[in-house]
């Protein structure tokens, strides 16, 4: 199987300019929300805080919309979800089955170890927290599934 492998720094240089200020608060007011080239169209992104392209600790928050999907895909670094609101499914595999996944509600938790084949749908309008120690970036299993590609 042939894998296409997103350099760590893409999806960094993608999200860098929207983080949020150096302060320890941030307000949802101060995000600076914007569409990653390494997902499908509709979802968006933003900084929290850290630097996910370093190896420093950051906080990312996604926004996606109802029916929204990842592909099977893996990270280089441990993944930390929590959602904020709304209905995560998270299945684990090569083969994206919409069947084979578990409902995460809001206030829920998952863990995706580095490496890890896994993928996601929303049945409504999501936002997610995902936490790591960078850097990171995505690998989708089918190159063809990358939305770069498209």
Request: charged letters at 20%.
């Amino acid at each position: 199987m042939i894998r296409i492998s997103l350099l760590a720094g893409s999806l960094a240089l993608v999200l860098l300019p929207l983080a949020a200020g150096a302060g320890d608060a941030v307000l949802p007011d101060q995000l600076k929300w914007s569409a990653p080239a390494t997902l499908m169209k509709g979802a968006e992104v933003a900084v929290v805080s850290g630097d996910p392209s370093k190896e420093t600790p950051y906080v990312i928050r996604m926004r996606l919309p109802d029916g929204f999907k990842i592909l099977p895909h893996t990270h280089p670094n441990d993944e930390s979800v929590t959602v904020l609101s709304g209905m995560l499914h998270t299945g684990m595999g090569d083969t994206f089955d919409e069947k084979a996944t578990e409902p995460v509600g809001p206030g829920g938790f998952v863990k995706r170890p580095k490496g890890m084949a896994h993928f996601i749908w929303v049945s409504e309008d999501t936002i997610l927290q995902l936490h790591g120690v960078g850097p990171t970036g995505i690998t989708y299993v089918n190159p063809a599934d990358d939305p770069r590609k498209k």
